[in-house]
T-cell receptor
Framework: DAGITQSPRHKVTETGTPVTLRCHQTENHRYMYWYRQDPGHGLRLIHY???????DKGEVSDGYSVSRSKTEDFLLTLESATSSQTSVYFC?????????????????FGPGTRLTVL | GQSLEQPSEVTAVEGAIVQINCTYQ??????LSWYQQHDGGAPTFLSY????GLEETGRFSSFLSRSDSYGYLLLQELQMKDSASYFCAVRSTNAGKSTFGDGTTLTVKP
């Protein structure tokens, strides 16, 4: 299994408070991603990183910010949590590898963080 | 923008074969992936198609037709443990930025 951990695994917080979720990897993979997953839905990309200090927005980035100061850590911050941000958050990592069929991308997911905003 | 469509639910019996289809519309395309997710767990990678054709990995196969913006996941010799959600995902940039479908819940019955 890819060495990827998330902390905390569960968190309950109140509307308006700041929240930071941490993703840590030991695989030295270049790319890191934050997704949220809501019941009955797939994973929606919040932000991703393609290197230290290099990040970009995903499809649902409003209300979230990220930072990556080291290869192994990718932080997701909710500056002022709202009830609509109650969700399960997954971090993923990947590298792009070359194969005879073209470049290849497999994402390895962390165990997830269940966040409840009251 | 990106959009993917896959059936919400599929039911099959043990030992049978099931096909889960995925159609997509994207502004960029590098490949189509499939992931499996059991209840309460994290998604795990199953397969990736960058080129047209069939990729086989044990009981699972995945197919891609770029001209039709279509792919499918084929599961053979179904087992109870295959009951899970299956997601297709389009990789739209070289950095691996991916858009996921809403998932297909597969129920395998005895």
């Amino acid at each position: 299994d890819a060495g990827i951990t998330q902390s905390p695994r569960h968190k309950v917080t109140e509307t308006g408070t700041p929240v930071t979720l941490r993703c840590h990897q030991t695989e030295n993979h270049r790319y890191m991603y934050w997704y949220r997953q809501d019941p009955g839905h797939g994973l929606r990309l919040i932000h991703y990183s393609y290197g230290v200090k290099d990040t970009d927005k995903g499809e649902v980035s409003d209300g979230y910010s990220v930072s990556r100061s080291k290869t192994e850590d990718f932080l997701l911050t909710l500056e002022s949590a709202t009830s609509s941000q109650t969700s399960v958050y997954f971090c993923a990592i990947s590298d792009v590898l070359g194969t005879s069929g073209g470049s290849y991308n497999e994402q390895f997911f962390g165990p997830g963080t269940r966040l409840t905003v009251l | 923008g990106q959009s993917l469509e896959q059936p919400s639910e599929v039911t099959a019996v043990e030992g049978a074969i099931v096909q889960i289809n995925c159609t997509y519309q994207t502004s960029g395309f590098y490949g189509l992936s499939w992931y499996q997710q059991h209840d309460g767990g994290a998604p795990t990678f199953l397969s990736y198609n960058a080129l047209d054709g069939l990729e086989e990995t044990g009981r699972f196969s995945s197919f891609l037709s770029r001209s039709d913006s279509y792919g499918y996941l084929l599961l053979q010799e179904l087992q109870m443990k295959d009951s899970a959600s299956y997601f297709c995902a389009v990789r739209s940039t070289n950095a691996g930025k991916s858009t996921f479908g809403d998932g297909t819940t597969l129920t395998v019955k005895p």
